[in-house]
């Protein structure tokens, strides 16, 4: 997530006189800015990890999909309540579809303006989603389209009604797909040219949400000002600054200081290092993602995995069993978290818990047999085991993430458990855009990253299937049988049916452990609660403030009459009175600026 740090910008010989002057101005500066009647209301936010795009396209985490739901509506939003699909939330207020759901017809917000002040129409949404498919945008081209079957077409007759026709039986529209809804007249330039598209640097980015993101500094941070025309209401707040941190130790130190509003994603040490300080709240949300260990399996058909054994259930399963995942939470979430065991959150309906006899219960002896009796065997006694198919040890090469606020320390212990089962865990730390990178590639053996899927599970399904090889895939894990359940559950209507395979499906890939699941962390966030009051909790009624599933915090947030109007900052005109006054003395200094680092996956 982010956080700033100190940064020193060389304008000339400093002399003390000079310094005392800056300070003492940029004092009366902070001090002032509550009197300042026009002052813009500013929220600074604090994470340590930037965002990778702000491409729609390129978004692979937390980060820019917090933008994206600042930025754009969703033909649909979330509801507050309970996550479901929400007319009050997005562009489509009402629907209707046919007898066999082949054909959905949407009603669509009239009056609704991008923030270029073009107006936004049933059109618009029609192109967005004729261009995913039709470009096979793999980032959301599974909410639209089935693999292999005909793809579906978006009509609009007029501005204000869509039309959603599918070849076969859909309740996709009600997932609901969650897709950026793009104005056409800045990314039609790129219907036909996917890589040009992908290409497009979004900055600043055109959307119709109630936020605008003006500018983004790579590794730094980025600025959203408030869309005072947004249809579902103004925000109060005028504007949100992003601003990445190197580490948590810098980020909260910053919001005990007063220079940041909000601090997310911390680690229990320092989030319980919080819990009582003067002016700031703590707040526990649900877990949002689950930590796992995955494996790359190779491009099918162009190259396989790096470590062929990889593809040995057995020895996937062995590993699965030689993980003390009870551990994980207790020793590096101090309890801020519970057990992973499928890939659904412990919290959702549609969570499957396998039964405690199927369960990878922690057992190293037990690991260890299943590996003799596989034929790993270390053939020269070195500590490591050997594959009984190539004669290759075991050596896994294991990208760790610096920004994810577990991932170091849970490839830590994760590779002291291998090492007691003969499997040499090579640890890699890199930044997230790195293991972004690797990761778009296949150009590792495992990771230790997490996931954040979408409140329906129709997502985090679409990870395991062949078709997301190099797109949402973890590592190209490719199976016809569960391709083909994957595409059943797309056509199942009734909600408990489908629930009841969803559950099926879970069984199933829990049994092929393409990846482990680690944990599920709940998200530890602390604000300066006396500065700001209302924020409002997705779902209800103890959710996440933000980094949730839509921007209903930033809509409502209100500044503390007392507490002032954010983070402290020095206005424009005070620092040209800075500098006018160091010009006056004539030395030049070196000038304190704010600045930012970087980091962090969902």
Known sequence: MKAHTRRM????SATLATLLLAGALMTGAASAQDATPDKAVVFTVGLTGDMVSPNPFKACCGAEYEMLFMNYDMLFGFSKKDLTYSPEDGLATDFEHNADSTVWTFTIRDGVK???GEPLTAADIAFTYNFIVNNKMGAFLNYLKS????????????????????PTPTSAPLTPPWIPILPEHVWSQFDGDPVAAKQFENVPAVGSGPFHLESWDTGQGWVMTANKGYWGGEPTIDEVDFKVFSNQEAMVGALKAGQIDFAEALNPTLFNSLEGAEGITTHVAPPAYFDNLAFNFGVPDKNDSSLPALHDVVLRQAIATAI????????????????GTTVTLPQSVWHWEPPADQQYTFDIAKANQMLDDAGYADTNDDGVRNDPKTGD??????????????SNDQGKLIAGWMKQIGIDMQLVPVSENKAYDLWGVGDFDAYIWGWGGDPDP??????????QCLSWSDGCYSDPKFDAMYE?????????????????MQQYIYEQVPEVVLAYENDLQAYRSDRWEGFTPVPEPDGFLIFGWGPYSYISLKPIAS???????????????VLAGIVVIGGGIFLIRRNKSDEERA
């Open 9 to 12: 910008t060389k304008l000339g």
């Open 114 to 116: 991008w923030h270029d």
């Open 147 to 166: 693999a292999g079957a005909e793809p579906p077409t978006f009509t609009a007759p007029n501005d204000t009604t869509l039309v959603w026709e599918s």
């Open 324 to 339: 003390d995942t009870q551990a994980i939470v207790d020793k590096l979430m101090l309890g801020n978290g519970t057990v």
């Open 393 to 406: 040890e075991l050596i896994i090469e294991t990208l760790t993430i610096d920004s994810v606020t577990y």
């Open 458 to 467: 129709d997502f985090i399904m679409s990870i395991f299937t062949t078709s």
């Open 488 to 504: 059943k559950q797309k056509t199942i209507l009734d909600p408990a049916e489908r629930r009841e395979y969803i559950y099926t």
């Open 563 to 577: 507490g002032g109007t954010g983070s402290q900052s020095v206005s424009t005109g005070m620092w040209l009175a």
